[in-house]
């Protein structure tokens, strides 16, 4: 699908609907951040993951089937099996084992090195560009990741295990994302994202013990918090992730969740109380300083001699290809 610009502009518009879904993913996430605390102190990281997975994919199928769309070409599979094990099974639960290890800004900070991974990884695998301008985003918001990690450390135990946990996490996003990329170019957002969730809940499927029998007394609040995760941080976010990274680079849109940093900490403020140290408000803009430079896109100059004529905008990769909405 090619973009045009506008004559005369020199610059290929914007398509609002995938920066729309990204905001949504953005935010989204950051609200995970709450619920996962308030329900992990009484559902295990494993059962807590299969819990929350399983209420995506009955969310997920059940969208699938209203829509009448089946299941993705066997070319996306090896994407989806990817992202599924990777990204919805290994990385839901060494986060939320890792988050139970170390406080909540050594875990940012370790966490946070997943989209410069990514942005590596893309690279590296899918034949995309490293701008400078993606890179000088990266560095301004990963030093304002590290801003927050210092400012919101000491307020909880940390550990080697913790933090290992928490670069396992990383790696597994990363890994995830960049598995998920080339499998958009063969089915929907809907359906990539649908069948990497039942792969996920698939392979979680050996917490299904621990999940029933916590869930036997565990408080409603925690429980509804875990039905949460699945509906929106999972079902939702991680749709309209999928038809945003089908929009743009890998390593474009990983940079955009270093704005879940900032937002984590507005909402934490907003609805646990917990006041923000001038320190930590510091970083929380950096990060979204950074995000804003990393998205800026270059203007495309026209053609020598060709001044009126519409300039296709650059293409670099499998960003050529994007799957259609789904």
Not at 151 to 162: A, F, N, Q, Y
Not at 207 to 216: I, M, N
Not at 298 to 311: C, M, N
Request: with cysteine.
């Amino acid at each position: 699908m090619t973009t045009t610009s506008a004559p005369g502009t020199g610059a290929a518009p914007r398509d609002w609907r995938a920066t729309a879904a990204a905001c949504t993913t953005v935010v989204l996430w950051a609200s995970a951040f709450v619920s996962i605390r308030s329900a992990g102190e009484a559902y295990s990281p494993g059962a807590l993951a299969l819990g929350r997975l399983l209420t995506g994919s009955l969310a997920l199928g059940a969208l699938l089937l209203v829509r009448r769309e089946g299941m993705p070409s066997r070319a996306a599979w090896p994407g989806v099996l990817i992202s599924g094990l990777l990204w919805f099974g290994l990385y839901m639960v060494v986060l939320n084992w890792g988050e139970q290890q170390v406080d909540a800004g050594t875990a940012a900070m370790v966490v946070n090195i997943g989209p410069l991974l990514i942005a590596l990884l893309g690279a590296r695998l899918l034949g995309e560009g490293l701008p400078r301008r993606l890179l000088l985003g990266m560095a301004v918001s990963f030093a304002g990741a590290v801003v927050v990690g210092l400012s919101m450390s000491g307020k909880g135990g940390s550990s080697v295990l913790g933090v290992l946990l928490c670069l396992l996490a990383a790696a597994a996003y990363a890994g995830g994302v960049v598995g998920q990329k080339p499998a958009l170019r063969h089915g929907s957002a809907l359906q990539i994202t649908t069948f990497g969730c039942l792969v996920g809940t698939v392979a979680c499927l050996p917490f299904s013990g621990a999940l029933v029998s916590e869930a036997a007394g565990a408080p409603v609040s925690a429980t509804l918090n875990m039905v949460y995760l699945g509906l929106f941080p999972t079902a939702l976010a991680f749709t309209t992730w999928a038809y945003a990274l089908a929009r743009t680079t890998a390593g474009r849109m990983g940079a955009t969740t270093y704005a879940v940093p900032a937002l984590v900490v507005l909402m934490s403020w907003l609805l646990l109380d917990e006041v923000p140290a001038l320190l930590t408000v510091a970083g929380g803009l950096l990060c979204l300083a950074g995000v804003a430079v990393s998205r800026l896109r270059p203007r495309t100059r026209p053609t020598p001699g060709d001044p009126g004529l519409p300039v296709a905008e650059p293409r670099q990769g499998a960003e050529s290809r994007a799957a259609e909405l789904p």
